[in-house]
């Protein structure tokens, strides 16, 4: 869980670099949404009630362990697919507690998907790309291997999906495969993801002293690492890619780097649906409240129960 701190500031108005300094020396603040835990969730949402979860450490490849969570819910009908998640947090927060990591997974457990959601180191300090990207690239590669005692699905039956840097850090995953000659995964669900360097223009030029540009020279962790398109999918080939699912917000000042990215799948001949959430913002399924929130997670269900 989330350390308590006596003081939490305001991150959206800290330099990118004090930011993670912050969090660095103090580690991710508490929640302070008093319903978002998962005994509120299932007292507000019953039908989460049947769904069990168990922890687990996926070994990593950068000498730490990776976590992670399996969610499945016994009484609900299989979809006969899994989905591998990743939450989101600018590369610099995030955990399996949040709502965009936890609620999320609940719903589609109830719903008949299982899923294994994934935690990844921040970047921190001396950490940067490609460590997160490999940490998720090797959970993935643990729950094909695992399938079936997982999820009770086949090994290529499992999705891999991820919302904002989360959804960057699945489609480096799946840029890696691509590139090594490795098998893709079942389909790619991309929410509100970040595929460029510049995720508001869904462009390549990168201003370091923008809130944006920060974040990703901090994640990339130097000038040259920005244009690997190991770090930022949009960069490289897609033509590998398997069928995608990418989830844009009409208020989001990151949609064009969602909505060019499924232009360039579309032009590589790739199978993609791009879904805009009316009303929607960044982060709204980080939200359970939000009436924006539950009609993505469906959209999201539905989309992996149909996507071959």
């Not at 030029?205 to 990703?216: F, K, M, Q, R, W």
């Not at 590589?268 to 879904?275: D, H, N, Q, T, Y």
Request: proline content about 9%; some cysteine.
């Amino acid at each position: 869980m989330p350390s308590e701190v006596a003081e939490v500031p305001d991150f959206r108005r800290m330099p990118i670099a004090e930011a993670v300094r912050w969090l660095a020396e103090n580690g991710e603040p508490a929640d302070p949404r008093p319903d978002i835990d998962t005994a509120s969730l299932m007292r507000r949402f019953p039908r989460l009630g049947t769904v069990q979860t168990a922890d687990l450490r996926v070994d990593g490849p950068h000498g730490r362990p990776v976590p992670a969570r399996v969610y499945r819910d016994p009484s609900a009908a299989a979809s006969g697919r899994a989905l591998v998640w990743v939450h989101g947090g600018a590369f610099i927060g995030g955990h399996l507690d949040m709502p965009e990591a936890n609620w999320v997974a609940l719903e589609l457990a109830s719903r008949g998907i299982p899923v294994l959601s994934v935690d990844y180191v921040k970047c921190h300090g001396d950490t940067h790309f490609p460590e997160p990207t490999d940490e998720v690239r090797t959970a993935f590669a643990y729950a094909v291997a695992h399938a079936e005692e997982l999820f009770e699905v086949a090994p290529d039956a499992v999705v891999l999906g991820g919302a904002s840097a989360g959804g960057n850090l699945t489609a480096g995953a799946v840029a890696q495969l691509q590139d090594a000659g490795e098998a893709v995964a079942a389909g790619l669900v991309l929410v509100y993801p970040v595929v460029h360097p510049n995720g508001p223009e869904a462009s390549s030029e990168v201003d370091p002293t923008s809130p944006h540009g920060g974040l990703a020279l901090n994640f990339a962790g130097s000038v040259e690492a920005l244009a690997d398109p190991h770090a930022f999918a949009a960069l490289g080939r897609v033509d590998g890619f398997p069928p995608t699912l990418i989830v844009v917000c009409e208020k989001d000042g990151l949609r064009p780097s969602g909505e060019a990215f499924a232009a360039q799948l579309d032009t590589a001949g790739v199978a993609v649906e791009l879904r805009l959430e009316a009303g929607a913002d960044h982060g709204h399924i980080n939200e359970p409240a939000d009436p924006t929130a539950l009609p993505t997670v469906e959209a999201i269900a539905a989309w992996i129960g149909r996507a071959r």
